[in-house]
Antibody, heavy 121, light 108 residues
Framework: QVQLVQSGAEVKKPGASVKVSCKASGDTFTLSAIHWVRQAPGQRLEWMGWINAGPGNTKYSQKFQDRVTITRDTSASTVYMELRSLRSEDTAVYYC??????????????WGQGTLLTVSS | DIQMTQSPSSLSASVGDRVTITCRASQAIETYLNWYQQKPGKTPKLLIYGASSLQSGVPSRFSGSGSGTDFTLTISSLQAEDFAAYFCQQTYSTPLYTFGQGTKLELK
């Protein structure tokens, strides 16, 4: 059974940066692909980016390309998502999620519990 | 990025009703389409993958169809526990998996 445990809620001022962690257990970390998805209050799930935890290659949504960096620490089985130049519109719950390939298709099978980021002056 | 558009954004229905939610992709995605259910304060739960395959443990009143750009999620007979938000997700453009804006299903 895989578990993804995220770091706690954050409050930041506009212009600051935040780094959210996602620790994986119960699976072979380096075989995992971890995605970051955010959800503003009452809004859609928004895919931000992805890291292949073994080789460390990443891919980002065009929307966040200039402001987000996803990294991993294989020794700690942890993935990090850093978002820079924060603005009030970044207030949201941030989720990490692990995908699985099953029946010829990918889907997200495990999710972190979510990290609430509040950006306010 | 592939854009996903769901309709309607919200829907009022009663227990026992048949409900259909639509998802349209900005380009053809074959059948690389998932449906999730999300309840308040919870993480999304997979219902359907590959446009029409029912995830293990999901009640058979849920079904999905479609290919290319147009997809539907149907709940054949609404139960009380089905009132939630529903999201489609495309997994055609690996690994850039975008979501629809969601459909909030409310009790009439």
């Amino acid at each position: 059974q895989v578990q993804l445990v995220q770091s706690g809620a954050e409050v930041k001022k506009p212009g600051a940066s935040v780094k959210v962690s996602c620790k994986a257990s119960g699976d072979t970390f380096t075989l995992s692909a971890i995605h970051w998805v955010r959800q503003a209050p009452g809004q859609r799930l928004e895919w931000m980016g992805w890291i292949n935890a073994g080789p460390g290659n990443t891919k980002y949504s065009q929307k966040f390309q200039d402001r987000v960096t996803i990294t991993r620490d294989t020794s700690a089985s942890t993935v990090y998502m850093e978002l820079r130049s924060l603005r009030s519109e970044d207030t949201a719950v941030y989720y990490c999620a692990k995908d699985i390939y099953s029946g010829g298709y990918y889907h997200f099978d495990y999710w972190g519990q979510g990290t609430l980021l509040t950006v306010s002056s | 990025d592939i854009q996903m558009t769901q309709s309607p954004s919200s829907l009022s229905a009663s227990v026992g009703d048949r409900v259909t939610i639509t998802c349209r992709a900005s380009q053809a995605i074959e059948t690389y389409l998932n449906w999730y259910q999300q309840k308040p304060g919870k993480t999304p739960k997979l219902l359907i993958y590959g446009a029409s395959s029912l995830q293990s443990g999901v009640p058979s009143r849920f079904s999905g169809s479609g290919s290319g750009t147009d997809f539907t999620l149907t709940i054949s007979s609404l139960q009380a526990e089905d009132f939630a938000a529903y999201f489609c997700q495309q997994t055609y453009s690996t690994p850039l998996y975008t979501f629809g804006q969601g459909t909030k299903l409310e009790l009439k």
